[in-house]
């Protein structure tokens, strides 16, 4: 590709031994039916199966669509994520996880249209169907079934869309510099970032899948890996100076007893619930409910480490 043919939407698809669903997200891509021109740019992170070969294999066949970053050495997640940020030229950031795959072949037609047509919405979102690789649970709607118009607060809580739905303005990337390379959780920095410059578009229309495999972060990742995601909140209040840090706070400390961790000392556990509930009262009294919750789960996850 070279000026001419400058891409308007680049595809961001991070990689990391994938090789048994990686060929579906890709193919889910090649299947648009859009009236521009889009890149695929997937962070190849060094993998130890055959998640590059297909990368490959796919970026020979379709190089006018296709870029495939070899890094030279695993870069984890995180940095793998900014990497691949930065090497994109599009004027949109569409957002798809490499175990996941989209379901309409219109969908990123229809999400730039909507931005190009609006340009006081800084991304967009929409329905997703989350299915069980293991099959513990049934198959279900990850959103809300009503069109929705999302702003900051939404966008600091439980996530309203899944990651693999996002579409949103490359400028807000660069003119942040990015996220902080050294958190765990990519998507709890680019939502707020993204809402901090525009209201956020949710469609109801269900336009991918979110494959649990249970072989992702929240599946392995410990309490000290999810510590790392209060170095966004400086990031974030440099960027808005009105950004409800302690609200944010307040969510950040319940992901850290609730998500993924499979043990947590008693002591940490007590901390992070104290915090929680004490930050959660900068937005008093639409806390409460919040409170009830954050106990529920304080109390769920006390008895699981007892």
């Known amino acids: 590709m070279n000026e001419l043919n400058q891409p308007l939407v680049s595809i961001v698809m991070i990689a990391y031994n994938v090789e048994h669903y990686i060929?579906?997200?890709?193919?889910?891509?090649?299947?648009?039916?859009?009236?521009?021109?889009?890149?695929?740019?997937?962070?190849?992170?060094?993998?130890?199966?055959?998640?590059?070969?297909?990368?490959?294999?796919?970026?020979?066949?379709?190089?006018?669509?296709?870029?495939?970053?070899?890094?030279?050495?695993?870069?984890?997640?995180?940095?793998?994520?900014?990497?691949?940020?930065?090497?994109?030229?599009?004027?949109?950031?569409?957002?798809?996880?490499?175990?996941d795959y989209w379901t309409n072949d219109n969908k990123l037609q229809m999400q730039v249209d909507f931005l190009e047509e609006n340009s006081d919405y800084a991304g967009t979102g929409h329905q997703a169907m989350i299915t069980y690789e293991t099959n513990i649970e049934t198959d279900r709607l990850f959103g809300e079934i009503e069109d929705k118009v999302y702003g900051?607060?939404?966008?600091?809580?439980h996530r309203k869309f899944h990651t693999s739905s996002f579409v949103?303005?490359?400028?807000?990337?660069?003119?942040?510099?990015?996220?902080?390379?050294?958190?765990?959780?990519n998507e709890r920095a680019i939502y707020p970032m993204v809402a901090i410059f525009g209201k956020i578009k949710y469609f109801k229309e269900n336009m991918c899948v979110y494959r649990?495999?249970?072989?992702?972060?929240?599946s392995r990742v410990d309490y000290k890996e999810l510590e790392t995601d209060f170095i966004m909140l400086p990031w974030l209040k440099?960027?808005?100076?009105?950004?409800?840090?302690?609200?944010?706070?307040?969510?950040?400390?319940l992901c850290n007893y609730t998500y993924g961790v499979k043990t947590l000392p008693k002591k940490v556990l007590l901390k992070h619930y104290f915090l929680c509930v004490f930050n959660s009262f900068s937005y008093f009294p639409k806390n409460l409910g919040d409170v009830k919750w954050a106990s529920i789960?304080?109390?769920?996850a006390f008895n699981k480490n007892t």
């Not at 949103?168 to 765990?184: A, L, Q, T």
């Not at 440099?238 to 400390?253: A, M, V």
């Open 23 to 99: 060929e579906k997200a890709i193919e889910s891509v090649l299947s648009q039916k859009v009236d521009f021109i889009y890149e695929l740019v997937i962070g190849e992170d060094c993998s130890t199966d055959n998640t590059r070969e297909i990368a490959l294999k796919y970026e020979s066949e379709y190089p006018e669509k296709i870029r495939v970053l070899q890094h030279p050495e695993n870069l984890g997640l995180t940095p793998n994520c900014v990497a691949t940020h930065n090497a994109c030229r599009g004027k949109y950031i569409a957002l798809l996880d490499s175990d």
């Open 152 to 157: 900051v607060n939404d966008m600091i809580t």
């Open 168 to 185: 949103y303005r490359k400028k807000i990337w660069d003119n942040c510099g990015g996220i902080p390379p050294n958190i765990s959780s």
């Open 212 to 218: 649990v495999t249970g072989k992702g972060l929240t």
């Open 238 to 253: 440099k960027i808005d100076k009105n950004f409800p840090i302690r609200r944010f706070k307040s969510f950040l400390h």
């Open 297 to 300: 789960f304080f109390i769920r």
